[in-house]
């Protein structure tokens, strides 16, 4: 594929920028008490080298009262600025040609009190159900505390060699809660009508222009609040030809954190957002950038040549693979690692208050300490089992020079991978099939498919090493009557090992549990395709279609015997997961014991320890865990070979974990 618009050059007031890939600020938790730190150096480092154009950090929080967490960049006193420039110089050193911006962020009604030791400050006494309080009201003396904060920041990060400053004004954060009708509930000057409102952000940035004068402003904005009584994406493109005079570039994203509509999860569309950039490049002139769900090179350079956007932001795409934008340049796409957007090693860890890492890079945030080790001694490799962790494992062993074989019993490789991308919005877990495919052949990995490993096998192979990556198999839970015909295993759905019914129990309510009962209500529903179709030939009504569309005609219960469901679904995956459920109509009994499957009822205790019963049942699926599959361990081991366990055949592990070990594992044989 030839790139038209991606790797052109293009200018933010007098700068250029190498080519149109921004890496946008993300919280990774690797600052401390606000400095930067060597293990923050190197993360960015390694994205200059890759190839992005500008590299965006942060947020960097402008005061106290702005601060999000402990993990956060600082950029509140001069006191930092030695760091900060140690970290512009490194950058600039890796790559003559990037640039880094500093994103000045300002948590408002966000802030927690228990970080910033004080009632955090906001336009209005407005409960926030971010921070879980209600935030004091800012006085006047506190407005102009908190512009000419941003200001000092701009001076500092001026100083400290950044290229640019961008003003964290989205995801419902201070400038957002000023904006918004819903937060700023003001009588006086700051609050009313729109104009009103945008006093504070015009304020704030005539200010910051004051001090630092020709120096690069950008505006990351909220392209719909997507909350309700907040502001739409009609508003937002008055907000930005309002501020446009006053800025030089607009960095367009989605809604706030507060949201109900999903913005980051694999069930968002690639691209889906980018009608938010596009109306706000209708109406002014400036550079924009398109940010959310675009991981793939190819979706970015149709969406700058659809002049939906001038830029485009891709942040976990080079976390997951820092030198996405060189590969892509080079057009070598296949060698790409695809972020798979499944937020388990970035979202679900900074709300877990812990650094980042990368279901698909393992180096992500530890750059230097997990290089690949040079190897001492060329050995035959033997991996049974080609999950993540055997795949991962294979590839990280070959890469470093081993000569590497892969034992498979099924058809294909890639393990519980070819099952928990069939679920609806999870298929983007399939391309790390198409990855690991694409590095067997490149490494030249031998592949054994259809061959279950017995003790034999290997000691006719004979290697000098085994990773045992058997995975896990499930755990058939004691109930009378789980042996009938008509109960399956949850798995055997998503593989077409098992029939739908019409009246369908789901045992266990887990993330496969979840997952099922979102496959099982949506079964028979109309594809997105067959609906474009038959609405645009006016083959069936659009009403009738939209019925259609959402949800198929089964019956779906989910029992769940602990008082939640999703208990090990990562923060920002298991909402989004939860809240289709309940859209599919899926009834969720928690807190209840199965006691008996009959041959066309379930009965269980509730959580008052009543007798109750489902009737008319004609499936009943179990997904009530797993267990490691290690039973080649100790016989492997008793023939002398160096053999360790890795991924779920060490424990039942998720698939970030199983892909770390994996590298662990490949690196240190």
């Avoid at 001026?158 to 964290?168: N, R, S, T």
Wanted: hydrophobic content about 40%; glycine content about 8%.
């Amino acid at each position: 594929m030839k790139f038209f618009k991606l790797f052109t050059p293009f200018k933010i007031r007098t700068t250029e920028i190498s080519n149109r890939i921004i890496m946008p600020a993300m919280h990774l938790g690797l600052a401390d008490q606000g400095a930067i730190t060597d293990r923050l150096i190197d993360f960015y480092v390694e994205r200059a080298r890759g190839g992005a154009g500008m590299l965006i950090i942060g947020g960097c929080y402008v005061d106290i009262y702005g601060k999000g967490l402990p993990s956060m960049i600082a950029v509140d006193d001069d006191k930092f600025i030695p760091g900060l420039q140690e970290f512009t110089e490194a950058v600039h050193s890796a790559r003559d040609d990037v640039k880094v911006c500093c994103q000045l962020y300002h948590g408002g009604a966000y802030a927690f009190p228990q970080i910033i030791g004080k009632q955090p400050i906001a336009p209005s006494e407005v409960y926030s159900n971010f921070s879980n309080t209600t935030p004091r009201k800012m006085t006047h003396e506190d407005i102009k505390r908190e512009q000419q904060a941003f200001a000092d920041a701009a001076v500092r990060a001026k100083k400290a060699g950044f290229d640019a400053v961008e003003i964290c004004a989205n995801a419902g954060y201070l400038m957002d809660q000023f904006i918004s009708p819903k937060t700023n509930k003001r009588t006086d000057e700051y609050g009313g009508d729109l104009e009103d409102r945008l006093r504070f952000p015009k304020e704030t940035i005539e200010l910051m222009r004051m001090a630092v004068d020709d120096y690069i402003i950008g505006y990351r904005i909220s392209g719909d609040d997507f909350v309700p009584g907040s502001n739409t994406y009609k508003e937002k493109g008055v907000v930005a030809e309002e501020l446009a005079d006053l800025l030089d570039y607009f960095n367009v994203t989605g809604g706030w954190h507060e949201t109900k509509v999903p913005q980051l999860t694999m069930d968002v569309p690639e691209g889906a957002y980018t009608y938010l950039a596009e109306n706000i490049k209708r109406r002014v002139k400036i550079p924009i950038f398109s940010s959310n769900r675009i991981n793939d090179p190819i979706v970015a350079e149709e969406t700058l040549l659809a002049g939906k956007a001038d830029a485009i932001c891709m942040g976990r795409a080079l976390i997951a693979d820092p030198f996405l934008p060189q590969k892509a340049k080079d057009r070598d796409l296949h060698s790409i690692i695809h972020c798979v957007a499944c937020n388990q090693g970035c979202f679900d860890h900074v709300f877990a208050l812990k650094p980042i890492t990368c279901l698909r890079n393992a180096r992500a945030a530890d750059e230097q300490r997990r290089e690949l080790n040079p190897i001492e001694e060329k050995k035959r490799i033997m991996v049974i089992g080609a999950g993540p962790a055997g795949l991962e494992a294979a590839r990280i062993a070959a890469k470093r020079g081993h000569d590497v074989t892969i034992f498979e019993k099924e058809d294909k490789i890639g393990g519980l991978i070819n099952v928990i991308w069939i679920p609806p919005g999870r298929n983007e877990f399939k391309r790390m099939i198409d990855d690991y495919t694409y590095w067997i052949n490149k490494l030249n990995i031998d592949v054994n498919l259809n061959n279950e490993v017995t003790l034999e096998t290997v000691q006719e192979f004979n290697p000098d090493a085994v990773f045992l990556a058997t995975g896990s198999i499930p755990i058939k839970p004691k109930i009378p009557g789980i042996d009938k015909d008509h109960v399956y295993w949850a798995n055997d759905v998503f593989t077409k090992d098992a029939p739908v019914g019409r009246n369908n129990v789901i045992i266990g309510g887990g993330a496969t549990g979840i997952e099922l009962a979102i496959y099982l209500a949506e079964f028979g529903s109309l594809s997105c395709e067959e609906f474009k179709f038959l609405t645009f030939y006016d083959a069936l009504e659009s009403d009738v279609a939209m019925d259609m569309l959402y949800r198929g005609k089964n019956k779906v219960t989910l029992l769940e015997r602990l008082p939640k469901f999703g208990s090990i679904l990562g923060k920002t995956t298991k909402w989004v997961l939860l809240d289709k459920v309940d859209k599919l109509g899926v009834e969720k009994l928690a807190n209840v014991n199965v006691t008996e499957i009959g041959d066309d009822y379930v009965k269980y205790e509730d959580k008052e320890g009543v007798d109750q019963i489902i009737d008319n049942v004609d499936k009943v699926y179990y997904a009530t865990g797993v267990r490691s599959n290690d039973q080649l361990y100790k016989p492997i081991k008793k023939l002398g070979i160096d053999v360790q366990k890795i991924g779920s055949a060490r424990k039942p592990e998720t698939a970030l974990e199983a892909i770390e070990k994996g590298y662990k594992s490949g690196n240190r044989i």
